[in-house]
Nanobody, 126 residues
Framework: VQLQAFGGGLVQAGGSLRLSCAAS????????MGWFRQAPGKEREFVAA????????YYSDSVKGRFTISRDNAKNTVYLQMNSLKPEDTAVYYC????????????????????WGQGTQVTVSS
């Protein structure tokens, strides 16, 4: 599956952005979709994941209540709605896909996701 993320930009603290990730290639519904982010000098960190049909979601504590992950399987697209943005949310955001065949449908570990988009920069000014 090929992934392309877009929608990043510059926003003031407290503002909102919606990221999109369009998938092409193999069957989109075969994959659990996730969003990760990486700030300069830091490790890539898990943000959110959504199950194959969209019925289950999981968030990192740092974004819970502010970010919402969703997917439209008819459009082969996953979204990340980001509200109440903070300067510490500044990072390159990546979408990723994996089959979800492990002991848990989601994974917090970036190494479990074999497919990645190219990343989109989100900058939150204070």
């Amino acid at each position: 599956v090929q992934l392309q993320a877009f929608g990043g930009g510059l926003v003031q603290a407290g503002g909102s952005l919606r990221l999109s990730c369009a998938a092409s290639g193999r069957t989109f519904t075969s994959y659990v979709m996730g969003w990760f982010r990486q700030a300069p000098g830091k490790e890539r960190e898990f943000v959110a994941a959504i199950s194959w049909g969209g019925g289950a979601t999981y968030y990192s504590d740092s974004v819970k209540g502010r970010f919402t992950i969703s997917r439209d399987n008819a459009k082969n697209t996953v979204y990340l709605q980001m509200n109440s943005l903070k300067p510490e949310d500044t990072a390159v955001y990546y979408c990723a896909a994996h089959s979800g065949s492990g002991s848990s449908w989601y994974s917090l570990y970036h190494g479990d996701y074999p497919y990645w988009g190219q990343g989109t920069q989100v900058t939150v000014s204070s």
